[in-house]
T-cell receptor, first 113, second 113 residues
Framework: DAGVTQSPTHLIKTRGQQVTLRCSPKSGHDTVSWYQQALGQGPQFIFQYYEEEERQRGNFPDRFSGHQYPNYSSELNVNALLLGDSALYLC????????????FGQGTRLTVV | AQSVAQPEDQVNVAEGNPLTVKCTYSVSGNPYLFWYVQYPNRGLQFLLKYITGDNLVKGSYGFEAEFNKSQTSFHLKKPSALVSDSALYFCAVRDAPGGDMRFGAGTRLTVKP
């Protein structure tokens, strides 16, 4: 059983560009949450998707958007990249109706130059 | 909104000694509490959780944590530290099953031989 997989593992983009990050959930999971982890900090909640809709959102600008597909996989899109968007982006998946732990992917390291 | 505080950026212990990593939380309803560990350039690995029941919960790799409702704390403990326990530890809280998790800033644990 594959766990949570994220792609790509590393990415370098230029300021002003757009980026798409992808996440495939652990088998049986129906929610996908995205987190931004800047160097030396804890993960900051971006948003959560369930049933193809954004259900909760953290304190991030509209430049950050997402999507969830019928197979529960998800994308995180960031437009008009800023240098400060450089971070490790983590995907976590779980069950919406259950109080179980979230499973994390290895993350995508985004560097904006 | 729920939040977590980890008051210590760094904890240093000698191998074989007991360790404690502190966490306090704030949540409007029932707290659901989690501990995760992160190794360099990796995602987060689940250690243990408190949902309900016994205040002392046991998790992976010999770790345990004590839930204290009156002090709103959920400290991580291990009776005998190993050098391999050296990593970044995060406490997290959610206020509803399947909802988003909010993380602390993390505590770097260093175990010296």
């Amino acid at each position: 059983d594959a766990g949570v997989t994220q792609s790509p593992t590393h990415l370098i983009k230029t300021r002003g560009q757009q980026v798409t990050l992808r996440c495939s959930p652990k088998s049986g999971h129906d929610t996908v949450s995205w987190y931004q982890q800047a160097l030396g900090q804890g993960p900051q909640f971006i948003f959560q998707y369930y049933e193809e809709e954004e259900r909760q959102r953290g304190n991030f600008p509209d430049r950050f958007s997402g999507h969830q597909y019928p197979n529960y996989s998800s994308e995180l899109n960031v437009n008009a990249l800023l240098l400060g968007d450089s971070a490790l982006y983590l995907c976590a998946t779980g069950h919406r109706q259950e109080n179980t732990e979230a499973f994390f992917g290895q993350g995508t390291r985004l560097t904006v130059v | 909104a729920q939040s977590v505080a980890q008051p210590e950026d760094q904890v240093n212990v000698a191998e074989g000694n007991p360790l404690t990593v502190k966490c306090t939380y704030s949540v409007s309803g029932n707290p659901y509490l989690f501990w995760y560990v992160q190794y360099p350039n990796r995602g987060l690995q689940f250690l243990l959780k408190y949902i309900t029941g016994d205040n002392l919960v046991k998790g992976s790799y010999g770790f345990e944590a004590e839930f204290n409702k009156s002090q709103t704390s959920f400290h991580l403990k291990k009776p005998s530290a190993l050098v391999s326990d050296s990593a970044l530890y995060f406490c997290a809280v959610r206020d509803a099953p399947g909802g988003d998790m909010r993380f602390g800033a993390g505590t770097r644990l260093t175990v010296k031989p």
